[in-house]
């Protein structure tokens, strides 16, 4: 029975998954870990949207209908914002905002980021581990046909219409894993990979040096969810820019074939049955099951398949 397992993840796609795994095991066996290639300052506070998707889907506050930001929250200082003429076009609701204040003070006031994280779960009520992939600053940065930018530039402003030549992660080649995830890197059992964008939520955690060989190194199953289903991403471009970046048509093979070396086992969806052989053929085990994950069951369903495939549940 596995004893640790060691979670990567991104933004919604992630955070869902997690959700369901932190259903089935208690806080001690996960340790989650999330990318921060997308963080960015905005109006001098610090923003972190995938650790906050991840954060606020496990506190049960989350906007279901975005999967980011706060269930309900209001714009009145966005709303003052730009009759001020401030920039608003990343949209941050009041509540949401609270989060971005306290983080920031906290950082301005010496704590590492894992530090900030712990302490926003603990008021948030989430008593898993969700740590940041490094403490240090990674930047994803875009370069399109439409110039180089940030991610969220890239993301939001642009709504990802530009077309990628090439993704840089400014940062990563001097930063160090997070505490939390040299610690699990360590000790963990098994490796899942949950079914975020593999290019953009994915590859940052894998740039951070020597993490790559860590992670394909821990023993036992190395289990990644595909996020593409039927050649299609669930949400945001997973697929465009997949097409963009390896020149092939979008789908569960290409994610397998990104993954190479790091994990033992994909998980597809069963729109996919017809692709399992040539995602066998790359030297995967595949299981074939329901990916999407619209309601709580279905989350703790994939989760249970994971766990199961870890070989930490009967
Ligand atoms: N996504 C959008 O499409 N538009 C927004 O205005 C926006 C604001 C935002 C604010 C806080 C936050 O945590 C996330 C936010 N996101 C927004 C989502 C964010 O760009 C993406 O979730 C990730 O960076 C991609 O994983």
Not at 185 to 194: E, G, K, R, T, Y
Not at 198 to 207: C, H, K, M
Not at 294 to 299: A, C, G, L, R
Request: aromatic letters at 6%.
């Amino acid at each position: 029975m596995s004893t640790h397992l060691l979670v990567l993840a991104g933004g919604v796609g992630g955070a869902k998954l997690a959700l369901g795994l932190t259903r089935l095991f208690p806080p001690p066996v996960l340790t989650i870990v999330v990318n921060t290639g997308d963080d960015e300052v905005f109006h001098g506070l610090y923003v972190c949207p995938d650790l906050d998707t991840v954060m606020y889907t496990l506190a049960g506050v989350v906007n279901e209908e975005t999967g980011w930001g706060v269930h309900g929250d209001t714009w009145r200082v966005m709303e003052a914002l730009d009759r001020l003429g401030g920039e608003t076009w990343f949209r941050l609701g009041d509540r949401d905002l609270a989060t971005h204040l306290r983080r920031t003070e906290l950082l301005h006031a010496g704590l590492t980021l894992t530090e900030a994280t712990r302490y926003l779960c603990e008021r948030f009520g989430v008593r898993h581990t969700v740590v940041p992939m490094s403490d240090d600053p990674v930047r994803t940065v875009v370069e399109t046909d439409m110039g180089t930018m940030s991610f969220q530039e890239y993301f939001v402003r642009h709504r990802y219409v530009p077309r990628v030549q090439r993704l840089r992660f400014e940062g990563a080649e001097k930063a160090q894993p997070s505490p939390a995830f040299i610690d699990a890197l360590a000790q963990a059992d098994a490796l899942i990979v949950c079914p975020s964008n593999p290019l953009l939520s994915i590859t940052p955690i894998l740039a951070i040096p020597g993490v790559r060989a860590r992670l394909a190194a821990v023993p036992g199953v190395r289990v990644a969810v595909s996020p593409i289903i039927g050649g299609q991403a669930v949400k945001g471009p997973a697929a465009k820019l997949l097409e963009e970046v390896t020149g092939e048509p979008a789908s569960c093979v290409g994610v397998a074939r990104l993954y190479g070396d790091l994990c033992t086992h994909v998980v597809i969806d069963q729109q996919d049955e017809e692709r399992r052989a040539a995602v066998e053929a790359l030297g995967y085990r595949v299981t074939v099951a329901q990916t999407l994950m619209t309601s709580e069951e279905d989350k703790v369903a994939l989760a249970r398949l994971v766990g199961r495939l870890c070989g930490a549940l009967p």
